[in-house]
């Protein structure tokens, strides 16, 4: 019986294995061909980017709601997401056209960072934003103004932080405006500087709600995406 030439020779081609004494009979070549062919062309840097849990894959995807003109793409798993959010935003623009486009809930240190960054990037975006730094006066009374501001608001945007993580557990004002917006279909989580496994620990509901990553984008690129999701006029009649 004629030995196998592999341990010398290989049989990464259809060649070699034809040269092989013991393999090169029509049920090794049949069993050979039945492999799938891979491409040799190299991973470019946008197919293997945003790979990462929160973003669901490479950014290769448009919804529905976004101009062919728009420079910004998306993962699968954002438009999953966020496909529920733009249809309560068409809802409400229709029913209740007076609204804010979102309120922004997030940690109280971080009115003056992350919060502030991402609220002044919505403003620039054109974005209503309902937050608390600007729109609480001095004098009423901190939980009704909130209260007010979630009822008057088309979404929900949770800024997910280090801070807030830290809030979420003392039960304090963060954490009742979570309450409010997890009992809807009109929140998206915008994680910051931490990770979903982080925030699983703290909150597993919020952490169920797939949304948008600084991890693999800027802020600046997430706020793009907010004011696509919130861009809706109404057909005219």
């Given at each position: 019986?004629?030995?196998?030439?592999?341990?010398?020779?290989?049989?990464?081609?259809?060649?070699?294995?034809?040269?092989?004494p013991s393999c090169s009979s029509?049920?090794?070549?049949?069993?050979?061909?039945?492999?799938?062919?891979y491409s040799s062309t190299p991973y470019s840097a946008s197919s293997i980017s945003g790979s990462s849990r929160s973003s669901g894959g490479a950014r290769s995807s448009k919804?529905?709601?976004?101009?062919?003109?728009?420079p910004v793409y998306y993962t699968p798993a954002e438009v999953i997401a966020?496909?529920?959010?733009?249809?309560?935003?068409?809802n409400l623009v229709e029913m209740k056209p007076d609204l804010r486009d979102v309120f922004l809930?997030?940690?109280w240190e971080d009115r003056q960072d992350a919060a502030k960054e991402l609220h002044d990037l919505l403003i620039l975006n054109g974005v209503s934003v309902w937050f608390s730094e600007k729109d609480i006066a001095l004098g009423v009374p901190l939980m009704r103004a909130i209260d007010k501001g979630l009822a008057n608001s088309r979404i929900g945007l949770v800024l997910v932080t280090p801070a807030?993580?830290?809030?979420l557990p003392l039960e304090g004002i963060a954490?009742?405006?979570?309450?409010?917006?997890?009992?809807?279909?009109q929140l998206v989580p915008i994680v910051?500087?931490?990770t979903y496994e982080a925030l699983r620990d703290v909150s597993p509901l919020l952490a169920s709600r797939t949304g948008l990553s600084t991890t693999d984008e800027t802020m600046k690129e997430v706020a793009a995406k907010l004011a696509e999701l919130i861009a809706y006029e109404p057909a005219k009649t």
């Open positions: 019986m004629s030995s196998c030439t592999a341990p010398r020779n290989g049989h990464r081609t259809a060649s070699g294995a034809a040269a092989c029509r049920s090794y070549r049949s069993h050979y061909n039945s492999y799938p062919s919804p529905r709601w976004s101009q062919a003109s728009s966020l496909t529920p959010i733009r249809r309560t935003v068409e809930c997030h940690a807030l993580l830290r809030r954490d009742k405006e979570l309450s409010a917006l997890l009992a809807t279909d910051h500087n931490t």
